[in-house]
Every structure is written in structure tokens, then in C-alpha cells.
């Protein structure tokens, strides 16, 4: 059974900072990875979506780099501002699970002024 | 231009009163999913739909039924909400296949459940 983890829970960090974001996941043998934005009491928004065989995605000052054989993900933030602030979370696709995500539970991100 | 839409976004019912959830979408995407989302918890697969092949996980409560009238349409029927079903119950659609953007989920804004 696929499990994701994200550690740490929460993160605070002051404006302009460059940061990483931690998912691993127990299955390696995944379909794609997807890392998702979700403002308080809204839906998720996709960031970064990256196939099995990519090694890393970018979009704007987003990065999510993926490597497999040890199941971890990380997302780098450049240059953090306070429209930032939201969960961050990750979710995983297994091969061969159909159209199943299993989510991490998310880091909770705060940029300060 | 929200694409994926969803009715009502909160919802306050009492417990055992029966409550339906909506779905919509413009995107023509062949396969819609609920998720089930706790407080401070990760979403929870419920079911989705492929076209109009329903596929239900396994511990999806019986309580939870789902329709699928038609390409835009889904439905999510709690038919005896229990205190325990309070959360946010998030719709998404995905395209099937191998093309640029498919598997991407697009999400709805969420529909809040109270259940008194």
C-alpha cells in the first residue's frame, strides 16, 4: 500500500527566501507525481505534474524535481513571497492503480513579511 | 471561468437527513473523482468515474453513493450523514491518455459539510 509522507507539517520562513519542500512516498514504481497548492477552505490547484521518467518539472519560480529509486520529491520555492502562504501538497499515481492519487498530508507554508 | 464547479460550497444538515453534493464541468474530461477531506487531513480517494465506469474504493463507506448522468454532471448522495462524514468533499476531473496534460487533476473550490 502506497503511503507519502511530508515533513515538516508546517514551515515559516520570511519573504525573499529560497526554500525546499520534502514528499517521499513507500511504492517506487509510481505513474507520475503531482504537487498541488491549496488555499484555507478552498479546492487544490495543480502546480507541477512529473511523469516517471522526468527527473524534474519548472514553472516559474517552482521546481519539483522527483527521484524514484529513493521516493522522494522535493518542490523549491525560489525567492518566497507572502502569496505563497498555503498547503502544499504532493500525490502519487501508482502503476498499474488506475486513476488513484494517494495524497501526502501536506506542509503548511507561511511567508512573513 | 471556473471549470469545475460545485453546489453548494457549504452545506449544514442534520444527522441522518439525506444530502446530495453537485458536480460540473466544462473541460470535457472523461473521468470525475470525489474526494473526502478531514481537517488537517490528506483528501481521500471515495470514488471516481471513468466515462461510465464507476469505480469504488474499498473502504468507501455504504453511506456514500455516486451518479453520473451525463459528461458534466456527478453527483455525491450521503444518504444518513453521521458526524463523522463533516468535511470538505472535493470534486476533480482528469483526461485519460497519454497526450500533453492528461492525468492532471483540476479540482472545484470544495463543498463544505456540517452535520448537526
Known amino acids: 500500500k502506497q503511503e507519502v509522507t511530508q515533513i515538516p507539517a508546517a514551515l515559516s520562513v520570511p519573504e525573499g527566501e529560497n526554500l525546499v519542500l520534502n514528499c517521499s512516498f513507500t511504492?517506487?514504481?509510481?505513474?507520475?507525481l503531482q504537487w498541488f497548492r491549496q488555499d484555507p477552505g478552498k479546492g487544490l490547484t495543480s502546480l507541477l505534474l512529473?511523469?516517471?521518467?522526468?527527473r524534474e518539472q519548472t514553472s516559474g519560480r517552482l521546481n519539483a524535481s522527483l527521484d524514484k529509486s529513493s521516493g522522494r520529491s522535493t518542490l523549491y520555492i525560489a525567492a518566497s513571497q507572502p502569496g505563497d502562504s498555503a498547503t502544499y501538497l504532493c500525490?502519487?499515481?501508482?502503476?498499474?492503480?488506475?486513476?488513484?492519487?494517494?495524497f501526502g498530508t501536506g506542509t503548511q507554508l507561511k511567508v512573513e513579511l | 471561468d471556473a471549470m469545475v464547479i460545485q453546489n453548494p460550497r457549504y452545506q449544514v444538515t442534520q444527522f441522518g437527513k439525506p444530502v446530495t453534493l453537485s458536480c460540473s464541468q466544462t473541460?470535457?474530461?472523461?473521468?470525475m473523482y470525489w474526494y473526502q477531506q478531514k481537517s488537517s487531513q490528506a483528501p481521500k480517494l471515495l470514488f471516481h468515474?471513468?466515462?461510465?465506469?464507476?469505480?469504488n474504493e474499498a473502504d468507501t463507506p455504504d453511506n456514500f453513493q455516486s451518479r453520473r448522468p451525463n459528461t458534466s454532471f456527478c453527483f455525491l448522495d450521503i444518504r444518513s450523514p453521521g458526524l463523522g462524514d463533516a468535511a470538505m468533499y472535493l470534486c476533480?476531473?482528469?483526461?485519460?491518455?497519454?497526450?500533453?496534460?492528461?492525468?492532471?487533476?483540476?479540482f472545484g473550490a470544495g463543498s463544505r459539510l456540517t452535520v448537526l
Open positions: 500525490a502519487v499515481r501508482v502503476t498499474g492503480g488506475g486513476n488513484k492519487l494517494t
Open positions: 468515474y471513468y466515462d461510465k465506469d464507476f469505480n
Open positions: 473541460l470535457n474530461h472523461n473521468v
Open positions: 476533480a476531473t482528469s483526461l485519460y491518455g497519454t497526450q500533453s496534460g492528461a492525468n492532471v487533476l483540476t
Open positions: 511504492d517506487s514504481a509510481i505513474y507520475n
Open positions: 512529473i511523469q516517471s521518467s522526468q
